[in-house]
């Protein structure tokens, strides 16, 4: 039995997901003439309330489209010092838009109302022009930690101040959702514009919707097309992030639920250091003594478990749709018995 928590991009389509897009109704998207890609663009925008949706391949371009469009070359976007659109996008930021990055030291990816103050160039021809603001929910390189809503509502109380736009890379917005109990229209309320994957443990084989208002969406639709982003019969992948939508939410809690038994399990052995707090379907945690991250890893792989090492001492784990209870029992008892 391979069990591959690697990651939550490891997840393929199940039966289901391949009737429903063997089944799709398409057409040319770039036209604006697939029914399938306008009807999940028009639930996610009425499931946030917001406006308008766009989808897109992946969602580092959900994020680098929804950068370009809301800054100039020579601004400044504010971020924390882990975040996917910085760390993990290729240089995007600077390469597609111009603009450079102040990363702030956040706690577990999440940064505070009080550091986006103290970021904010002031309007002074020495310092790049502060436009936007970049939240992650839930944090990659944070071990999956949510935000709590008020601490979102505060760093948009200082935007709306300060005349920042507000972006939430949410690829994992769907597990935050099931993890707190906050609403998508809570998000939609508050951001300018949020992307969502559906490549990760949602089970879509590709794709990410960037929502926001109508003006916001016009604009991005334009720059999906520069970027090479515009697909024609995206339905077939449309249908498969409908079906998602409509399956694979709510057992988000069954990762969740995984997720906290192997980090209880990681808690008891003695080679195992600091396990960040899981909050969502990430564990990271840090590996001292008999083992180091690669020889741990390694040794995981005999029995067919495949993990990753994301520093020379620490390992991640994370739970999806093809992970199983019988897995998670498995990976249980093999930790057990190391
Ligand atoms: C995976 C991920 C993305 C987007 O990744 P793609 O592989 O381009 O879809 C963006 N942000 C975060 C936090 C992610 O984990």
């Not at 639930?43 to 371009?61: I, N, V, Y």
């Not at 800054?71 to 930021?93: F, K, L, M, S, W």
């Not at 720059?223 to 697909?231: A, E, I, L």
């Amino acid at each position: 039995m391979k069990i591959d928590l690697r990651s939550d991009t490891f997840t393929k389509p199940t039966p289901g997901m391949l009737d429903a897009i063997a089944r799709a109704e398409v057409g040319d998207d770039v036209f604006g003439e697939d029914p399938s890609v306008n009807e999940l663009e028009s639930r996610m925008a009425s499931l946030f309330g917001m406006e308008a949706a766009l989808f897109c391949p992946t969602g580092t371009m959900s994020n680098q489209v929804a950068i370009k469009v809301h800054t100039r070359p020579g601004d400044e976007v504010i971020c924390e010092q882990q975040a996917h659109v910085y760390i993990y996008e290729g240089g995007g930021i600077a390469f597609h838009s111009g603009s450079q990055v102040k990363a702030l030291a956040g706690n577990r990816g999440r940064i505070t109302a009080d550091q986006v103050v103290s970021a904010i160039n002031p309007d002074d021809v020495h310092k790049a022009r502060t436009s936007l603001v970049c939240l992650e929910n839930t944090s990659n390189r944070g071990g999956g930690s949510c935000y709590n809503w008020d601490d979102i509502l505060a760093v948009k109380q200082v935007c709306q101040i300060n005349g920042l736009a507000l972006h939430l890379d949410g690829a994992r917005l769907f597990n935050a959702l099931v993890a707190t109990g906050q609403t998508a229209r809570q998000y939609g309320q508050t951001f300018d514009s949020i992307s969502v994957c559906f490549n990760k443990g949602m089970g879509c084989p590709i794709g990410s919707v960037l929502i926001g208002n109508r003006d916001f969406i016009r604009q991005a639709r334009r720059v999906r097309k520069v970027f090479g982003g515009g697909m024609r019969q995206a339905g077939f992948m449309a249908a498969a992030a409908i079906y998602a939508l409509d399956h694979h939410i709510d057992r988000l809690a069954e990762d969740h639920q995984h997720a906290r038994e192997i980090a209880a399990l990681l808690a008891t052995k003695e080679f195992i250091g600091t396990i960040l707090p899981v909050e969502t379907n990430l564990v990271i945690f840090e590996v001292k003594g008999r083992y180091t991250a690669a020889t741990l890893v390694d040794t995981l792989k005999h029995y067919d478990i495949h993990s990753l090492a994301i520093s020379p001492t620490q390992i991640r784990m994370v739970t999806h749709l093809d992970i199983t209870r019988a897995m998670t029992d498995r990976l249980l008892q093999v930790l057990n018995e190391l």
